[in-house]
């Protein structure tokens, strides 16, 4: 059998994942056992094991060269800065985000994607009146020029204007049970994510989150379109079907 020995850098332990938590805690023992009793700190160490079980421990008391131990904090620009003149191109566009936060900003970017395709092919924002028939499952845009066009819609929910509330789609009194698919499938991803705000049946929040919310529904339904109409201080959010052509397919232009 052959010694086995291992070199640990003291100041390259950070966390768990890189060594085993014992090995850490006896080494940082050490480095300030050392320096309570001796006052001089060590920056590394070897552990050499035996194979009659003894073992042996050499101290390096030379603090790297590129070790900075100030409480300096630096910016993410500079840490940005830094690692681009060691040739690291970072990018710290998504720190801080979480999953959620991730989820629902790239669904509202493809929501305001599509519809500026919408608005540019067939005129969506610039209907004159907006009907919905909840027991059709239709919602209906006229515009000043004559046409009106028909599409099947969903029910995300509805916001209400006065408390800041928004009442979900899935267990909506007035909605009914066909028109909460849409709803029920950003409530099943909450189920699935931890996400207390997609399973709870009314929650507080902003018009804007609410924007979110209606795009989340439409990214995880599969469509592209979606709408908000005023129902008497009541908000209310729906997703449609509208392929990118010049009148919408699967919509009725009459």
Not at 122 to 143: P, V
Not at 224 to 232: I, V
Request: charged letters at 25%; a negative charge; glycine letters at 8%.
């Amino acid at each position: 059998m052959v010694s086995s020995e291992f070199v640990v850098a003291l100041a390259d332990i950070v966390d768990d994942t890189k060594y085993v938590k014992s090995i850490r805690d006896a080494c940082l023992y050490l480095r300030d056992d050392l320096l309570q009793t001796t006052g001089q700190r060590i920056w590394g160490l070897t552990f050499t094991l035996h194979p009659d079980g003894k073992f042996n421990i050499e101290y390096d008391y030379e603090k790297p060269e590129d070790y900075d131990d100030s409480d300096d904090a630096i910016s993410l620009a500079q840490a940005q800065a830094s690692l681009a003149g060691s040739g690291i191109p970072v990018s710290f566009e998504n720190v801080g985000t979480s999953p959620e936060q991730q989820f629902l900003a790239d669904a509202l970017t493809r929501l305001q994607t599509w519809s500026a395709k919408h608005t540019a092919a067939w005129g969506l924002g610039t209907e004159a009146q907006w009907n919905l028939d909840m027991n059709a499952g239709q919602l209906r845009l006229s515009f000043a020029d004559g046409r009106e066009v028909d599409f099947p819609v969903q029910v995300v929910g509805t916001y209400n204007t006065r408390n800041g509330s928004f009442l979900w789609g899935w267990d909506h009194p007035s909605v009914p049970e066909p028109l909460r698919r849409a709803a029920r499938q950003v409530r099943d991803y909450g189920e699935k994510h931890a996400i207390e705000r997609f399973t709870t049946r009314t929650i507080d929040c902003s018009e804007a989150d609410a924007w979110e919310i209606t795009a989340a529904a439409a990214q995880l339904d599969d469509v592209t379109g979606a709408y908000r109409g005023d129902a008497g201080g009541t908000w209310v959010y729906m997703t449609f079907e509208v392929p990118d052509s010049e009148y919408p397919k699967g919509g009725v232009v009459i």
